[in-house]
Nanobody
């Protein structure tokens, strides 16, 4: 059985929490030097870079999720996480994990234009 790359999504009420997980693939590693992140695609197909983690556990977040979302990684398990708290209906969408490789810089904007993603996404639906 093939394990899905992204998991943890689902329906949740406004104010609730979810933890998304992203598994490494044979093409993408999850280690301390990797530049990894999450982006989402909303119902209107708008895309937004949500969170980023880089070398030295540097992190960056979209203003819309700061203080509510936390990105982290488990190097031993090779899993990337996104902990989402105080969810709002506008957080609904398909969430994808992605990697930014050299020569592109590890910045949030590059999640939409320079990243490689390898999964089908996981759907998050927040009801009011």
């Amino acid at each position: 059985q093939v394990r899905p790359v992204e998991s943890g999504g689902g329906p949740v009420q406004s104010g609730g929490s979810l933890r998304l997980e992203c598994a490494a693939s044979k093409y993408t590693t999850i280690d301390k030097t990797s530049c990894l992140g999450w982006f989402r695609q909303g119902p209107g197909n708008e895309r937004e870079g949500v969170a980023l983690i880089g070398r030295g556990d540097f992190t960056d977040y979209a203003d819309s999720v700061k203080g509510r979302f936390t990105i982290s990684r488990d190097i031993d398990k090779k899993i990337l996480y996104l902990d989402m708290n105080s969810l709002k209906p506008e957080d609904s969408g398909m969430y994808y994990c992605a990697a930014i490789r050299p020569p592109y810089g590890c910045v949030l904007a590059n999640l939409l234009t320079r990243a490689t993603y390898w999964g089908q996404g996981t759907q998050v639906t927040v009801s009011s």
